[in-house]
Structure formats: C-alpha cells, structure tokens
C-alpha cells in the first residue's frame, strides 16, 4: 500500500471502499472483508443472473453487484441470501433454490466451494481507507475455513496504529520542514526553485528512518531536504493483522525565496 503526499495538499488515488457481505457467527452478526460467492463464480463466463428477469443496482461501493448474507452452523459455511445492492429500496433478492437446485437446503446452502480466510473487523476503526477493505480497526477476526469448514480462528490487535499530527496538518508539516531547513548553510538560490521528490517511511516507533530520493537537483540540496524529513519527530503508524505496514508516502521539498522567507524568518524572529 502507497500513500502519496505531494506537494501539499495531501493527494490520494484510491478506489472506492466497498459494502461488505454479512456473517451471523456466534450469535452475532459481523461484517466481513470477504466475498466467498466470488471463488465460486471465478470466471464470469459461468455466474448466472442472480436475479432473473430483475436487475439489481450497481453502485461504485458494490462492484461485484450484490450482497451475500452467510452464517455459520456447527463449524460449517453457509449461503443463506443473496441481495441486491440496494435491497432496502428495491427488495430485489435471488431464489437460492433456482440457482442452486438440490444444493439449496433448509434455507441455505452449504458454502463447500470456500477455501481460505474470511476477516471481521472489530472495534474502532483507526484509519479509513477508500479503497477495497482497505481500512483499518482496531481488532479483526480471522476465520479460516477448508472446503467450507471453519478449521482456526485468530484475533489480531491492531491498536497501536496512530497518525501523526504532522500527516493530518498539511500546513503544520510544511511550516516544520521549512522552518527547519538550513537555509543559511545553502548556496544561494535566487530567482530558482528547486524541486526534491522524496519517498520516506517510518519504523514501529514513529520515527522516519528511511528517506529515498526519487528526482533530485544535487548533492546538496539532495541532503539537506533528506535530513530535514528525518528530523519529523513522529509520523504514522499502521498495523493490520497485528503486524506493522510499514507504508511509504511521497513528498515534495521547494527550495525557494518564498518558503525561506515565509518559514525559517518566521521561525528565526521568534
């Protein structure tokens, strides 16, 4: 996952977050970051109109075109509805028995076709991320399952993702990286400006300990605007299934009059 930001203000080029299917599992009936009915309909070619004659909404939020509502008996995966993506306006739903013949028992059908982990955030959400089931909370389940069959659980905690005031402040990071640049310690710049694209990231503790360059100009101003970004004293931090992200982000330093003139005087009257 990459997170830009560019020449302030911060740019994001995400795709839209989407609707999860729903799980009644214990008792309790969980979101998941998961869509088992699309590993039984992997090529297109063979997934049928779920809903007959009738057509369903599309929505950029519910790109596969439905939404699938399972449960969990005796440690087995079951299908239980289908629904159009916007059933609480249209009450569009499809006739699980027509799709799925004998297969369609009691109600549901049993989801044999299903292998691997299906996620249930819980708690907090921590970080929105408009893309996916990108976003991050504060715990998530894991459910894992074999041919149908729930063979392990686990529990992650994500808790100690945080962000940085410097990521949420586009303004109070540019005022802290030029006001702490050495312009004193620069050749003379003039009438130019000169452009440094840096990529950085963060360790465990906040602190940005790895500064790439992606389009310099020198040296000198090459290093200068690498120290200065690893002067920050605290940035993002992101854990998903209780490991960190370590995420890279983009940023553009200007050396010029105007932020010499408006950051580091300002900094240096006080």
């Not at 027509?98 to 955030?121: E, H, N, Q, S, Y």
């Not at 894992?144 to 990521?167: A, C, H, M, P, V």
């Not at 931090?237 to 995420?247: A, K, P, S, T, V």
Request: hydrophobic share 35%; net charge negative.
């Amino acid at each position: 996952m990459i997170s830009f930001l560019l020449l302030i203000p911060q740019i994001r080029i995400l795709a839209t977050s989407q609707i999860p299917d729903m799980l009644i599992y214990n008792g309790d009936t969980l979101a998941i970051f998961a869509n088992p009915l699309e590993q039984l309909f992997e090529n297109d070619s063979i997934r049928p109109n779920f809903f007959g004659d009738k057509e369903g909404c599309m929505s950029t939020a519910c790109w596969r075109g439905y939404e699938a509502e399972w449960v969990i008996l005796d440690n087995e995966l079951y299908l239980t509805g289908i629904y159009s993506c916007c059933y609480y306006e249209d009450s569009i739903k499809a006739n699980l028995n027509m799709l799925f013949g004998d297969r369609f028992v009691d109600g549901k059908v049993k989801a044999v076709w299903f292998t691997g982990k299906i996620i249930a955030p819980q708690g907090e959400l921590l970080y929105y991320i408009h893309m996916g089931y990108e976003s991050l909370y504060e715990k998530e389940l894991e459910l894992d399952f074999s041919n149908g069959k729930l063979i392990g659980t686990k529990t992650y905690d994500n808790s100690k993702t945080r962000q940085s005031e410097f990521s949420q402040n586009p303004e109070k990071l540019k005022k802290f990286v030029y006001a702490n640049i050495k312009w004193e310690s620069l050749p003379k710049i003039d009438n130019k400006t000169i452009k440094v694209f840096l990529q950085f990231s963060a360790n465990e503790n906040g602190i940005i300990d790895s500064v790439k360059v992606i389009r310099g100009y020198d040296s000198i101003f090459d290093n200068e605007a690498i120290r200065v970004m690893k002067t920050i004293p605290d940035w993002d931090i992101y854990y998903r299934h209780g490991e960190l992200q370590r995420m890279s982000w983009a940023f553009s330093v200007v050396f010029n009059e105007e932020n010499k003139k408006e950051y580091w005087k300002e900094n240096n009257d006080k």
